[in-house]
């Protein structure tokens, strides 16, 4: 468990320039605090003493605002960033080295039983209030907008935007729409509802402008 803690503390070094310094990790980051409340939680629930692992996740919820259910299991070097909000399903699932930002929930969509949590690729980024909800796969290296709603599989190294979550790039290529390629600067992702709305207000301009065109005709036809 000690190794682990500190690959955890390693990744907020090197995932947050605010981060001074180890001990500033260890002191005052709240994301640290969960995962290592989280990980004796576990140990706990693996070793049938649940009462007392939910009773650890609880205090930990109180005191960083972060619930993580004792039974979900979460790989090395996860950084939860400011993390307020962030709310982790019983049978989640998290890889290495994952990068999750305030508000985000992994959770379910039911009260289905077994496996109804997303499982974590490792390497994956998930921004600011995100929602995954269902029992699939988000792969290796993906990236989740902010505000996304994710409730189907997401491909290895793919970006996803919009609600329903829609991907916009896979392995690095630029998926194509209306002839140009989607602007992916990762400080302002491509909202796919809102490019759809703004081809609808252009294909209304041109009927407009087809209409304005014809009566023009229809008036030169009578004058003659």
Known sequence: MFSTIKKDIQAALSRDPAAGSAWEVILVYPGFHALVLHRIAHALMRRKFRLAARIVAAVSRSLTGIEIHPSAVIGEGLFIDHGMGVVIGETVEIGRDVTIYQGVTLGGTGKDTGKRH???????????????????????YSKIGAGSVVLQEVPPHSTVVGIPGKIVRRRGDHLREAGKSVDLDQVKLPDPLQEQLKRMARQIEHLEQQLLRLEAESRLEKVR
Do not use: Y
């Not at 997303?118 to 290796?140: C, E, M, Q, R, Y």
């Open 118 to 140: 997303p499982t974590i690729g490792s390497n994956v980024v998930i921004s600011s209030g995100a929602k995954v909800l269902g029992p699939f796969t988000v792969g290796d």
